[in-house]
């Protein structure tokens, strides 16, 4: 039997240790890839990322329809969607749902993984979208911005504040994990996606008064140490 089909706990501990041993090859290696290429390597088990962060996602879409009238009409655009786990638990709420990224074997598991739901993945640049001014009633980010260099994530920032009618979902991390193990796990995740550095300047600043500064007025609608999920109302 493979570790991935025995209780959840032996899972993560499979899944932790699948990660240190890619961390420890790249460890002291700089990072000098573009996203696509960092993303296209990683997608073969982004699914370890899903594992972790699926409660979470599900819970930020459960509180989501409390603080928003969302029908199945209602236009949702995913930027940097990866495998599309936020945009899954999204097609629960609307049949009109995007997903856009710029890597492609990432949207190729998307793909895969969404058959049978409403859901049109497409490769694209979350700073160039493709799309008219107010195109979508809601566009979505899933840590999508915490590992960018600060001048792409304001232009990711601009385009999604650009291409939303009226509000933008933004869930990123806030914080280090204080556990000694989970603190090692992001470690790893954030050193293999490339953007290290970014990622401590990021959850040293605070995400709010980001939102803010670029046309928000930012509501938590999700919140623990590490993670938050802001719904901004476009200003
Ligand atoms: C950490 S992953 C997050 C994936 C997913 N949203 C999640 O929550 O698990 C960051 C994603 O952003 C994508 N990405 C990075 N730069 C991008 C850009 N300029 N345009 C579109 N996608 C980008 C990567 O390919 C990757 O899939």
New binding site residues.
């Given amino acids: 039997m493979s570790p991935l089909q025995g209780s959840p706990r032996v899972c993560r501990f499979y899944c932790i240790e699948k990660l240190m041993k890619e961390y420890r090859k790249i460890e002291n290696q700089p990072v000098n890839k573009s996203?696509?290429e960092i993303?296209d390597k990683a997608a073969p088990f982004?699914f370890i990322?899903?594992l972790f962060?699926a409660s979470f996602?599900r819970e930020v879409v459960r509180r989501l329809s409390d603080h928003l009238d969302i029908t199945r009409d209602t236009k949702i655009l995913?930027?940097?969607?990866?495998?599309g786990?936020?945009s899954r638990y999204l097609s629960r709420l609307s049949d009109r749902i995007v997903g856009?990224?710029?890597?492609p074997k990432?949207i190729a598991k998307a793909e895969r993984s969404a058959k049978r739901l409403p859901i049109e993945f497409r490769v694209?640049?979350?700073?160039a979208l493709d799309f008219p001014d107010g195109s979508f009633d809601l566009v979505a980010?899933?840590?999508?911005l915490h590992?960018?260099p600060g001048d792409?994530r304001e232009a990711?920032t601009a385009e999604a504040h650009r291409v939303t009618k009226s509000h933008a979902l933004f869930?990123e991390p806030i914080d280090r994990p204080k556990s000694r193990i989970f603190r090692a796990v992001y470690n790893v995740a954030e050193r293999l996606?490339g953007g290290f550095e970014n990622y401590l300047e990021f959850v040293g600043m605070d995400f709010g008064g980001y939102l803010e500064a670029h046309g928000f007025s930012p509501r938590p609608i999700v919140e623990t140490d590490t993670a938050a999920a802001y719904l901004g109302r476009k200003i």
């Fill in positions: 996203a696509a993303f982004y990322i899903d962060s996602i995913e930027v940097c969607c990866g495998t786990l936020l856009v990224d710029i890597s990432m694209m640049d979350a700073s980010i899933s840590r999508g590992a960018m792409l990711v869930i996606e």
